[in-house]
């Protein structure tokens, strides 16, 4: 398979790819195994985890925050709409029990969502990218305003959408910030998500067979709606370039996505992806790295949580 190494082994965002070398040295074969078997269980496992880890990273860093269940949900991060269609929560929990058992509260959550995460696009016969260790669980829970303030909503334009990318403060260049809303080409999105396009006219590079499909599958306003999902692109389960190609088609389902092949800015990064697999596998395997270092604890900050959904002070 493909394995990027995106820089040295010197520090990262005070991460380090050895982190677990001598506390855990069977980390990543534990994770590769239960992501392997879960995806396999679940072949909507991948894409759930990968969008798992952005809303995890947009909201106040990679802590594994969005794990918490201790307030009332509505009130916590997952109260957020910009959070509706998150899923499998509980499989980066289930995993942290197996790692526990091998080597005792060494491993926090946020770093097995990371590690979950690329695991996911790897077995998605996407590029298998090696990520720096390290990260510490938030002590802390937000709530759903914080949620929404960060998240980008389901309504989201491409310029909107890099500037929730730019704000992440990692230093993703445009190329980066581009691979990255390619992870869109995993998983799928709900009826209820994308209403808001039967209502907006000026959103043109719509292909109109296409359009006439969504409103048969998703009518307006029916309750339906939250439960039915279309596929994001035409290999929802593959990690390729095919988003890029639906939205060059007219064929996207987002707005961001439908904006990629057509804003001045974004227009002639798509077309490179597509034809060169290895650039686009490469530019996001850069952006997953640094995605994955936002706002990150290390050192004594936060906690090992023992529990993923709970902090260990409750
Ligand atoms: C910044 C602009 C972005 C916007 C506006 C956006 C919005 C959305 C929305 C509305 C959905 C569908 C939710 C549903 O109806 O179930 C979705 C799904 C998804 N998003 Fe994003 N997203 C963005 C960026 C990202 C990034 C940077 C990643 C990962 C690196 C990501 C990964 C995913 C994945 C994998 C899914 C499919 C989830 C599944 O099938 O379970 N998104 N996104």
Not at 182 to 196: D, E, F, K, R
Not at 229 to 251: K, Q
Not at 302 to 309: A, P
């Amino acid at each position: 398979g493909f394995n990027y190494q995106v820089k040295g082994d010197d520090d990262y965002a005070g991460l380090s790819f050895g982190f677990y070398n001598k506390t855990c040295p069977q980390l990543e074969k534990i994770v590769e195994d239960a992501i392997s078997s879960m995806s396999k269980q679940d072949p909507r496992t991948p894409a759930a985890l990968l969008r798992l880890l952005f809303n995890d990273c947009k909201v106040m860093g990679c802590d594994a925050s969005i794990l918490l269940d201790v307030y009332e949900r509505s009130k916590s991060e997952m109260g957020s709409f910009s959070n509706f269609g998150i899923k499998k929560r509980e499989l980066i929990g289930q995993i942290k029990s197996m790692v526990d058992k091998v080597c005792p509260n060494q491993v926090s959550c946020a770093d097995i969502l990371v590690l979950a995460a690329r695991e996911a696009v790897a077995v998605s016969q996407g590029p298998k990218i090696r990520v720096p260790l390290g990260r510490r669980d938030s002590s802390v829970a937000y709530t759903n305003y914080d949620a929404d303030f960060n998240l980008p909503p389901a309504d989201t334009f491409i310029r909107k959408s890099l500037g929730f990318l730019e704000n992440l403060n990692v230093g993703l260049t445009i190329e980066e910030q581009i691979a990255l809303l390619g992870a869109h080409t995993l998983g799928t999105s709900h009826c209820a998500t994308i209403q808001y396009r039967f209502d907006a006219p000026w959103i043109i590079n719509t292909d109109k067979e296409f359009y006439e499909k969504l409103q048969k599958i998703c009518p307006k306003g029916a309750a339906s709606n939250f439960n039915t999902s279309l596929p994001n692109d035409r290999t929802p389960y593959v990690f390729d370039a095919d988003i890029y190609v639906e939205s060059l088609r007219g064929r996207a389902l987002l707005v961001t996505d439908v904006d990629l092949s057509d804003d001045a800015l974004t227009a002639e990064i798509a077309p490179k992806f597509i034809f060169n697999k290895d650039l686009f596998f490469k530019t996001f395997s850069s952006a997953f790295v640094k995605l994955s270092t936002a706002d990150v604890l290390t050192g004594n900050d936060g906690e090992i949580r023992r529990q993923c959904d709970k902090l260990n002070g409750i």
